[in-house]
């Protein structure tokens, strides 16, 4: 009987011990939020966000902070680098899950994984050394422009190459999950493998996959070291995909240390970080629901 | 009987199973095989005797296994299955798979249908529709469903969605269809429509089922297939496989008292 107590008692610790931990977790989160929200109070005080999301002109020591260049660079990096990520990660994960031999599948998952984990200061470095060299010899003559190769373009192909390992091995496990008796069904109709693939299994796979893009989008969108070494950090409204520009993250990292003198400026970058963080917060319960309806939409037992 | 009553003849087929770090197993020994046109044939016998592998070779399902090795003949009609030169999915076409479970396509009822077909070529919207009634209404699905042919297939009872795989499988034409222990998941009423469906679609299909139970395979066959630890032990029609078998063992089992049941 007294044993019995023990065991009782130590399952009630255990739940309790895990409610806290997870309640702290949780509470981190929103002081993060509110500590954000109070320190950008000073600049919103001043202008309104329209004003600051809206205007293209930065400069903090005449008290101009205009986001939108910052706010476009953003933007063009991420889409592009998932338009080039996306297609070729998939097509890559349904070769690795379909059709590569078993024996080299396990090793070829460890070596995805790995360049997941890769820092990115690495591939900012490989990215210096090789893709910007590129850029400026190869693809910008190519569509005929003269560029630096310091510029968006070449940000968005380092970017592809860090979320290919993310949406690859998340597409990868998700094909996996799926039972082999869905597959023989489906084959069995007279679907080539191909077939198969487009009409079945990407359905199948659809919540897992569209979970990757996410991840894999959070990855682009918050990248801050890679993107600052080769972008060309010039605060202008680009031009063209082959001109310098300009990253929120990378805003921050450009002026974090005079940030300290001027409470104005501080308060501007700290705005910056409010809008990263509500933007991926925002993304992922956007992610959330779309995954939740494609299940409910797309499920196959 | 003559050979041409005969619509599968399979010869000398061998299937083994290679895992690393396993023994290999040899899966199926030597297996020579004659299965009737237009007829229901059983296969039977205790668990783990090769019934679902002796099965998935009519169809070539054991190519998507990079661990199963396949030697051997199986015919349908006059065509080697195996024959390397000839497209596999032009040969599963012919070849209908109904398994223990169903797995609706994630579309609605009527693209579940229309989704062989399709596969194949068939675009034009009339003729998809012919497919779709004819195949609801040979799988006896139509009178209850076809007020809602939008709706997703999953919102089917399970019993309903067995039929729907049926009608999916009919939808191709194929010659043969091969029924994977399919009431096994079912409740009895479901089952017992899916038997009588079964004994309706003999008339033009060679149907070949794997039974756990026995009294299934009673009601059901013709002609009866009793594997036992990878070899064919005995057939015959299904009158006389079950009143008088010829070996010890078919006796046994189908008395009850085979060990390892």
Known sequence: MKKQNTRIILDKIFKCLMVIIISAVLLFIIALLIMLIRRSQLILSRYTIWELLFSSDWDPDKGLYGFLPAVTGTFFVTVLSLLIAVPISILSAVYISEYMPSTIKSYFQTFIDVLAGIPSVVFGLCALLVLVPLTRDVIGPLFGVKTTGMCVFTAALVLAAMVFPVIISITVESLGILPVGLKEQFLSLGATKWQLIETVLFRAAGPGIISGIILGFGRAFGETMAVVMVIGNKNILIPSLFSPGQTLPGIIVGSFNEMMSVPEHQSALIFI?????????????????????LKSRWRYE | MLNKDMEIRIRDLNIYSMYKNKKNSHILKNINLDIPKNRLTSIIGPSGCGKTTLLKSINRLHDIQENIKVEGHVFIGDEDIYNPRRQVNEIRKMVGLIAQRPYPLPANIYDNIAFGPRLHGKRKKSELDDIVENCLKRTYLWEEVKDRLKEPAVA????????????????????VLLCDEITSALDPISSEKIESLLLTLRQDYTIVMVSHVLRQARRLSDYVVFLYFGEVVETGYAKEFFESPKDQRTKNYISGIMPGL
């Open chain 2, 156 to 175: 089917l009872s399970i019993g309903q969605q067995q039929r729907l795989c049926i009608a999916r499988a009919l939808a191709v034409e194929p010659e």
């Open chain 1, 273 to 293: 970080s409010l809008i990263l963080f509500v933007i991926v917060l925002f993304f992922n319960i956007l992610a959330n629901i779309i995954k939740n309806r």
